[in-house]
């Protein structure tokens, strides 16, 4: 059994920065990917960003390039999301995910493949991020 856990939402000005967390509990091989999506009030859950265990690999939503980064710490088996330059619609609920035992392919969820949420196996609870404008 895997649980995610995150942190580090809030409320924010337009222009302002905030970094999430998501923590790992359980025991995982190094095949995996995680990923970060969100939902904006009414709509649907989106990608945001992605990150494979092993290689360390990422890919983004258009939304998300340029100003948001997805990075890992394998010792305290953690990722996150640094948004910087937060407008106000990337209000939303932002979720991590984990895809476990992608094999020595793993990084196929680099490409389309982390958009599809039914290619994750597990989520964390959501934190909020309200920007204000």
């Known amino acids: 059994q895997v649980h995610l856990v995150e942190s580090g939402g809030g409320l924010v000005q337009a222009g302002g920065s905030l970094r999430l967390s998501c923590a790992v509990l359980?025991?995982?091989?190094?095949?995996?990917?995680m990923a970060w999506f969100r939902q904006p009030p009414g709509k649907e859950r989106e990608f945001v960003a992605v990150?494979?265990?092993?290689?360390?690999?990422?890919a983004y939503a258009d939304s998300a390039k340029g100003r948001f980064t997805i990075s890992k710490d394998n010792a305290k088996n953690t990722v996150y999301l640094q948004m910087n330059s937060l407008k106000p619609e990337d209000t939303a609920g932002y979720y991590c995910?984990?895809?476990?035992?992608?094999?020595?392919?793993?990084?196929?969820?680099?490409?389309?493949?982390?958009?599809?949420?039914?290619?994750?196996?597990?989520w964390g609870q959501g934190t909020q991020v309200t920007v204000s404008s």
């Open positions: 359980g025991r995982t091989r190094n095949d995996y990917a």
């Open positions: 990150i494979t265990w092993g290689g360390g690999g990422t």
């Open positions: 995910a984990i895809a476990l035992g992608l094999g020595p392919d793993a990084e196929r969820a680099l490409g389309q493949w982390a958009s599809f949420k039914t290619n994750y196996d597990y």
